[in-house]
């Protein structure tokens, strides 16, 4: 299935792990990206915040691109803030008639023209969960991740796209879990998989960014994660580069790998490590991948059922 | 201009809801029950919560509000605007609330950690380029104004970053600049009100 792709800045270097494993993971899936050519920045939350006009302006530069250069009416995203930023646009240019109508006019200015509505902007997971679908992910498992004991993590913007309808539950998101689960994983219960990393609060007012990385941390060791998988390079970064700073700030130690789930994907489709862009992260994820094994771990013991009553389990019982 | 409920002069809840896309006029019907403020990651860094800043908007005090750091210190995380019971668009209301008060002139004396300042050289080097270029908007921010954390994280972090091939030395440019200056340059004639 031909797909048009936005990689978005992060991912020419930052997030080059994201990049060239999504690319890697996409081939046996068959699915094909075709690159927006000469696309520019969407302005991530900071344009908006300066300009309105010209902010909706440069991400509509993008939206017309795709809707040029006609590979697929879809329109991929792997970064959460791309995702949001095209699909927001897109919406309120088809909501706001008088907002559709200045942006059209400063287009028309680089002798571009766009439909909104016409780009149906996805991202990656959406991709992968909606389209593809898990039994097409599953059947390319060769590898199965046994015994590797990972912490969803979705970050805010995948889930909450704004006031708009997301493919998944805004607040306990699973798409990220099941597609780990059939990759052979082990699935941990993360209850902080869709609070927010901070963000560019790094840059604006480190304590408080170091503060909202640290919970994630110790929540996902608290759950005993060998590694966090992300979908979003700005959450990568904060938790990976970050970590240092927080144990640094907090008396803390905490050795957790930030990966990519592409890359996940990419272990367990038996890709060589190499081609998913592994040794990129700061804190290295090669002790971890270790522990995967090939026979997969024991189902948990499930209690007989009691009839009766709900009563407490009593010591001698247990 | 008279409000479309009212007829009466606009106030500043007025200006901030014609601002704002989608839903806004829907802060209207703010009740003032603080789901917003009890969802805010970065709340107790805030002068004042989400919440209270509401009410500060429906009490006219707009220098208190165009000067207060919670819009700057948002991180955009969605929580708040997913669970208002009156569905206020909240977060795009607080990038309202920071145009707003850029264009009154107030956010040079929102200083507490130039946030401004930090958008404006990120965008600065985005009409440039055409692309964002993580390095130069770190490195140029910081040695503007905290010219010790930029050794901290050309030494540190930053270091480790480059080591590891994660960042660039140079940007990198869009073939077609000049039609994305065209385009923004356009915008920027109609950007005032929309």
Partial sequence: MKYGYYPGCSMEKNARAYHTSTLAVAKPLGIE??????????????????????????VSRNL?????????????????????????????????EELRGKVDLALEAGGLS?????????????????????????AQVKKPLYNLRVAPYYGCLVPRPASMESFDDPEHPTSMDKILEVLGATVID??????????????????????????????????????????????????????????????????????????????????????????????PAKPVLEKITNEAPKPKRIREKKTGLPMPIMAEEG | MTDTFTSRPPTLIDKI???????????????????????????????????????????????????????????????????????????????????MAIEAGYFREIDKDKAPEFSETFMDLVENNGRSFEMGVVMRHHLRYHPLSAVKLATGMGLKMITKGRMDFIPTKIKNLPQLKAIIKKAKELGGAA
Avoid at chain 1, 77 to 96: F, G, I, T
Avoid at chain 2, 39 to 55: K, Y
């Fill in chain 1, 33 to 58: 990206f075709v690159e927006v050519d000469d696309w520019n920045c969407c302005g991530a939350t900071e344009y908006i915040a300066i300009n309105k006009i010209p902010a909706y302006a440069l």
């Fill in chain 1, 64 to 96: 017309a691109l795709a809707a040029d250069q006609n590979s697929s009416e879809n329109l991929v995203a792997p970064c959460s803030a791309c995702y949001l930023n095209l699909k927001k646009v897109d919406h309120y240019l088809q909501e706001n």
């Fill in chain 1, 114 to 138: 766009y439909e909104p509505g016409s780009i149906n902007v996805q991202h990656l997971l959406e991709t992968m969960v909606v389209d593809i679908g898990f039994d097409a992910i599953k």
């Fill in chain 1, 190 to 283: 993360y209850p902080l998989k869709a609070q927010c990393c901070g963000g560019h609060m790094t840059q604006i007012s480190e304590e408080t960014a170091l503060e909202l990385i640290r919970r994630l941390l110790k929540n996902a060791a608290d759950c005993e994660a060998d590694l966090i998988a992300t979908l979003c390079p700005m959450c990568q970064l904060n938790l990976d580069a970050y970590q240092d700073a927080v144990n640094a700030q907090f008396g803390t130690n905490y050795k957790i790998p930030i990966v990519y789930f592409t890359q996940l994907m990419g272990i367990a489709f038996d890709i060589p490590a190499e081609e998913l862009g592994f040794g990129k992260e700061i804190v």
């Fill in chain 2, 17 to 99: 809801i014609a601002e704002t896309p989608g839903k806004a006029s829907n802060l209207y019907t703010c009740i003032q029950c603080g789901t917003c403020s009890g969802s805010c990651p970065s709340g107790p860094d805030m002068d004042h919560s989400p919440r209270t800043l509401f009410a500060m908007i429906d009490s006219e005090m707009e220098e208190e509000v165009l000067t207060s750091n919670t819009p700057w210190f948002c991180v955009s995380c969605y929580y708040c605007m997913v669970r208002c019971p009156q569905e206020i668009p909240i977060t795009d209301i607080m990038y309202t609330l920071k145009r």
